[in-house]
């Protein structure tokens, strides 16, 4: 990407912040998103998107952008499913990690290998907490390729993988694609056995994430999946929020993600994009949820206030603010529990420069996915902003949507309004 495209951009929205504004609905403001949002079309950041943003409790903007592809065959919907990547963290694993301590069944700062047992026995890992975990502050290595594990030479190893389900083989990563049951233990082993640092500092990793979902299963008693629909995704009413949309039959159009030359060999759609949720079966507290906009905005609000919406409260306001505060800062981490946080001293940097927006309060948190999706929550200034696009068609190498800033772009007009 060339610098001048950058600075083109944010001197394009200077000038346009010169304009006049009075509302969510102000034609201006419209003209604003739709200008960036063209713009970053044509520079094939993404084929599509759509933006939601709500006020306090309420959606006072939602609008769609482009297409599924650019083949621009399949316009961009609301009603689109989306896969959210790493958005899964903060939407799956962790409103039930906060649930169970809210319960008491979960302590942050007790060994995590009293929940995980394996880890006793591991003198690197036995004495982390969840703390130090959510934060990514625990010295964990950041990813471990599982793939490498059932491939060899770009083949799948048929110890590992079946073209068909049978005993044994029910884990479905994709059409023609069933994992060993047993290939999660594997994964189970591989991490308990991965090396920490003895440097203890801010390294995102998502390797815990992996084990969580068993974790959850083992405290509740119901399955993962079971657990989050029950407690919250159908009282919250998220209607199309869920794993493997493809067995699900959404009435909703999934909007697919890679063209695949590596594991699938194919365009993924419908199945989790990222590899080793995939060779979980899809279900996975690193990845794989899909969801509308809508749903996001259900859980993103009950976040905002802190726990409750529409008068139901799911977890305590103690709680949520524990989670969504960082507690690392001294050591350069501007990670909260699992959520993600502005850079430190966001609020003094330039919009090309800052994540996510400098005018978004330093209480305010959220979480990007791969595949090109954001949501964000800020209770101060009572704004929820979610931007979903599939930014990884056809290739994970189109990184222009970082490249060009253009979330925070977004979000900068958004908070012109509050502020």
């Not at 990690?97 to 069944?105: I, N, P, R, S």
């Not at 994709?174 to 991490?191: S, T, V, W």
């Not at 529990?337 to 850079?343: M, V």
Request: proline share 5%; with cysteine; net charge positive.
């Amino acid at each position: 990407m060339k610098a001048s495209h950058l600075t083109s951009l944010f001197s394009f929205l200077i000038c346009l912040s010169c304009w006049a504004q009075n509302s969510f609905s102000d034609s201006v403001l419209t003209k604003k998103v739709d200008s960036i949002i063209v713009f970053a079309i044509k520079q094939e950041a993404f084929p599509g998107a759509q933006i939601l943003v709500a006020h306090k409790d309420s959606i006072v903007f939602h609008h769609t952008y482009g297409f599924h592809t650019y083949q621009n065959k399949i316009a961009v919907s609301k009603t689109d499913v989306y896969d959210l990547a790493s958005v899964t963290k903060i939407i799956g694993p962790l409103p039930a990690l906060m649930k169970l301590v809210d319960e008491g069944k979960l302590n942050l700062d007790t060994p995590f290998s009293n929940y995980w047992k394996p880890w006793k026995k591991k003198k690197d890992k036995q004495q982390l907490t969840l703390r130090e975990i959510l934060s990514h502050q625990a010295g964990l290595v950041p990813y471990i390729v599982f793939l490498n594990n059932v491939s060899k030479d770009g083949r799948l190893k048929k110890r590992f993988v079946k073209k068909k389900s049978e005993v044994g083989f029910n884990q479905k990563a994709y059409d023609g694609i069933y994992i060993k049951n047993r290939f999660k233990n594997k994964i189970y082993r591989i991490i308990n056995r991965s090396k920490v640092s003895p440097d203890k500092k801010y390294k995102y990793s998502g390797l815990a994430f992996l084990l969580f979902p068993e974790i959850i299963s083992n405290i509740t008693g119901k399955s993962y999946e079971q657990y989050l629909q029950q407690e919250f995704y159908t009282p919250l009413g998220c209607k199309n929020l869920g794993f493997n949309p493809t067995e699900k039959e959404y009435p909703n159009s999934i909007v697919p993600t890679e063209i695949d030359t590596l594991f699938r060999k194919s365009l993924v759609k419908g199945y989790v994009h990222d590899e080793n949720a995939a060779l979980l079966g899809g279900v996975s507290g690193n990845a794989g949820l899909f969801g509308t906009a809508d749903d996001l905005s259900k859980i993103m609000l009950m976040y905002q206030n802190y726990g409750t919406l529409n008068g139901k409260r799911y977890i305590s306001e103690p709680i949520v603010k524990e989670f969504a505060k960082a507690h690392y800062t001294k050591n350069e981490n501007r990670r909260g529990l699992g959520f993600d946080k502005p850079l430190l001293g966001n609020d003094s940097l330039q919009s090309s420069q800052a994540y996510p927006s400098p005018k978004a309060s330093p209480n305010s948190f959220g979480h990007s996915g791969f595949t090109g999706t954001f949501v964000w929550a800020d209770p101060k200034n009572q704004l929820v902003f979610i931007f979903l696009s599939n930014r990884v068609y056809p290739n994970r190498n189109h990184r222009k949507l970082y490249e060009l800033n253009i979330r925070v772009a977004l979000q900068d007009i958004f908070y012109s309004v509050i502020q």
